[in-house]
């Protein structure tokens, strides 16, 4: 036998181990049936490389992870002592399940007395962030999966130190594969300036591959414990302004002055500790008085002043999926009408028969998804999905007037929430996320207007229409469906 043949067929077999190897190890993990198939699908019909994916993205690293549990105990009972200092609020009987499995969960409370503005336009949230930037007075916490070196990057950086210098403790935490394409040098400055800086879970060899498939997708804002944002803005350009021939993203993000600030706070300083492993729990962080800072903005988008807010977070370390645990209950329990937005559509199987159920049951579950996605591959992956629902009934529009971002969610007149979270398996099981769920009848009504004004800048799809379309384009988003929970 050839030098040559015997080296080819000595690495065939080699390879054919490490691939049935790594199969076996993919079936032991015990996932999802369907990402177990998805993974096992990469590792052994693209050679070499799929072995190359599954070692940087596919293992699974979560029991690698792991916030102290002290340190979560810690910043779990300053939240808890502020919010049983305060008067209980009545909760609403028709959420009351939901309420409870969100405090079961992670003891995320339900607090009163909150003030909510709920931004749509970029530029809006943006002048409201820099006023209330302006008047702080004791710190400012920053947290958001993309900061890009740019006009809106360096308008917010510019006024963090004018604060420095006055003496606000300023802290910025940012996530490392977010702002890839940013240079460190944007981030060395911010530090230069007085700005404490911590970059989350930063992706560098050799720990690459414990760390990449995990990211924080928060954007969250505080300012001296008593004003917070949270919703899906990234701090960059696409996000406020237009660019040439493309308008500005279409988004959402909500400014709450109140008591729930305090599980944003706590949200930040348990990222702040994974980040920096710095704990920070002191009582100043938490105010029991609140200023009010005097911001009017638009008054027609606007709650009611005794608001009822849960701050929810989720991360691939806990026990359960939060918020996406709290989506199915909310569809289940929903008897007329539920509005998603999201831009991106790759449900989790209960998810997708929560949706299934609601719409059979006859409510009206409309879903809201941008007519391209900002990648075509995702574009695909989520139109794959579209006839699973629109056969149970629900209403699909596809936005067309620009990239929609938005990740809302409102039903029957009385529930409504904004936040981080994409309607995906990234966003619902590997990301570390933030909603806030809001329970008042005012907010919930003006994130129906919203979304039912929206509609007038959507094609709403026809179920025999959808299903007539060319079966290569159905077999197309069909195999990238196989990879969706990868996405």
């Given at each position: 036998?050839?030098?040559?043949?015997?080296?080819?067929?000595?690495?065939?077999?080699?390879?054919?181990?490490?691939?049935?190897?790594?199969?076996?190890?993919?079936?032991?993990?015990?996932?999802?049936?369907?990402?177990?198939?998805?993974?096992?699908?990469?590792?052994?019909?693209?050679?070499?490389?799929?072995?190359?994916?599954?070692?940087?993205?596919?293992?699974?690293?979560?029991?690698?992870?792991?916030?102290?549990?002290?340190?979560?105990?810690?910043?779990?009972?300053?939240?808890?002592?502020?919010?049983?200092?305060?008067?209980?609020?009545?909760?609403?009987?028709?959420?009351?399940?939901?309420?409870?499995?969100?405090?079961?969960?992670?003891?995320?409370?339900?607090?009163?007395?909150?003030?909510?503005?709920?931004?749509?336009?970029?530029?809006?949230?943006?002048?409201?962030?820099?006023?209330?930037?302006?008047?702080?007075?004791?710190?400012?916490?920053?947290?958001?999966?993309?900061?890009?070196?740019?006009?809106?990057?360096?308008?917010?950086?510019?006024?963090?130190?004018?604060?420095?210098?006055?003496?606000?403790?300023?802290?910025?935490?940012?996530?490392?594969?977010?702002?890839?394409?940013?240079?460190?040098?944007?981030?060395?400055?911010?530090?230069?300036?007085?700005?404490?800086?911590?970059?989350?879970?930063?992706?560098?060899?050799?720990?690459?591959?414990?760390?990449?498939?995990?990211?924080?997708?928060?954007?969250?804002?505080?300012?001296?414990?008593?004003?917070?944002?949270?919703?899906?803005?990234?701090?960059?350009?696409?996000?406020?302004?237009?660019?040439?021939?493309?308008?500005?993203?279409?988004?959402?993000?909500?400014?709450?002055?109140?008591?729930?600030?305090?599980?944003?706070?706590?949200?930040?300083?348990?990222?702040?500790?994974?980040?920096?492993?710095?704990?920070?729990?002191?009582?100043?962080?938490?105010?029991?008085?609140?200023?009010?800072?005097?911001?009017?903005?638009?008054?027609?988008?606007?709650?009611?002043?005794?608001?009822?807010?849960?701050?929810?977070?989720?991360?691939?370390?806990?026990?359960?999926?939060?918020?996406?645990?709290?989506?199915?209950?909310?569809?289940?329990?929903?008897?007329?009408?539920?509005?998603?937005?999201?831009?991106?559509?790759?449900?989790?199987?209960?998810?997708?028969?929560?949706?299934?159920?609601?719409?059979?049951?006859?409510?009206?579950?409309?879903?809201?998804?941008?007519?391209?996605?900002?990648?075509?591959?995702?574009?695909?992956a989520s139109r794959s999905y579209l006839m699973d629902v629109m056969r149970a009934g629900v209403r699909v529009y596809l936005y067309q007037d620009t990239f929609l971002h938005a990740k809302t969610w409102v039903s029957d007149d009385s529930l409504s929430s904004c936040g981080s979270t994409n309607m995906d398996f990234r966003s619902l099981e590997h990301n570390f996320e933030v909603n806030a769920f809001i329970f008042d009848r005012k907010m919930a009504l003006v994130m129906k207007r919203i979304f039912l004004e929206d509609q007038?800048?959507?094609?709403?799809?026809?179920?025999?229409?959808?299903?007539?379309?060319?079966?290569?384009?159905?077999?197309?988003?069909?195999?990238?469906?196989?990879?969706?929970?990868?996405?």
């Amino acid at each position: 036998m050839e030098l040559a043949t015997f080296l080819y067929i000595t690495f065939a077999v080699i390879y054919l181990l490490i691939v049935c190897s790594t199969v076996l190890v993919i079936v032991l993990d015990n996932r999802q049936p369907v990402k177990t198939v998805a993974w096992i699908l990469v590792v052994s019909s693209m050679p070499v490389l799929g072995l190359v994916i599954y070692f940087f993205f596919g293992r699974n690293h979560k029991k690698n992870i792991l916030i102290s549990r002290t340190c979560s105990i810690q910043l779990a009972r300053r939240s808890a002592y502020r919010y049983f200092r305060m008067q209980i609020p009545d909760i609403p009987e028709e959420h009351r399940q939901l309420i409870n499995l969100f405090r079961r969960q992670s003891m995320s409370f339900p607090y009163p007395e909150n003030q909510l503005h709920l931004f749509v336009r970029g530029e809006d949230m943006l002048s409201a962030l820099i006023g209330d930037i302006r008047a702080a007075r004791h710190h400012i916490h920053l947290e958001f999966y993309i900061w890009e070196d740019d006009r809106v990057g360096n308008l917010v950086l510019d006024e963090l130190a004018r604060k420095v210098a006055e003496g606000v403790q300023v802290r910025v935490v940012y996530d490392d594969v977010g702002c890839w394409k940013v240079r460190n040098a944007f981030f060395e400055r911010m530090q230069a300036k007085g700005i404490e800086v911590a970059v989350f879970m930063p992706v560098r060899f050799p720990k690459f591959t414990s760390k990449v498939n995990f990211r924080n997708h928060r954007k969250i804002v505080v300012i001296d414990g008593g004003v917070g944002y949270v919703g899906g803005m990234n701090l960059a350009d696409r996000y406020f302004y237009d660019q040439g021939e493309k308008r500005a993203w279409r988004d959402s993000h909500l400014r709450i002055e109140g008591s729930a600030v305090c599980g944003l706070q706590r949200a930040f300083l348990a990222d702040w500790y994974v980040a920096q492993e710095e704990l920070i729990t002191d009582a100043c962080y938490y105010p029991t008085e609140l200023q009010t800072t005097g911001y009017v903005g638009n008054m027609t988008m606007k709650s009611g002043k005794a608001a009822v807010v849960q701050i929810v977070t989720s991360m691939p370390l806990n026990t359960w999926q939060d918020i996406m645990q709290g989506m199915v209950l909310a569809l289940l329990k929903a008897k007329k009408y539920c509005f998603i937005q999201s831009p991106y559509f790759m449900p989790t199987d209960r998810l997708l028969y929560a949706m299934q159920t609601a719409a059979l049951s006859g409510v009206d579950v409309r879903l809201m998804i941008p007519e391209q996605a900002d990648t075509r591959l995702l574009t695909w992956a989520s139109r794959s999905y579209l006839m699973d629902v629109m056969r149970a009934g629900v209403r699909v529009y596809l936005y067309q007037d620009t990239f929609l971002h938005a990740k809302t969610w409102v039903s029957d007149d009385s529930l409504s929430s904004c936040g981080s979270t994409n309607m995906d398996f990234r966003s619902l099981e590997h990301n570390f996320e933030v909603n806030a769920f809001i329970f008042d009848r005012k907010m919930a009504l003006v994130m129906k207007r919203i979304f039912l004004e929206d509609q007038n800048k959507c094609r709403l799809l026809n179920l025999h229409s959808w299903e007539e379309r060319s079966r290569w384009r159905h077999l197309g988003e069909s195999f990238i469906r196989l990879l969706s929970p990868l996405l």
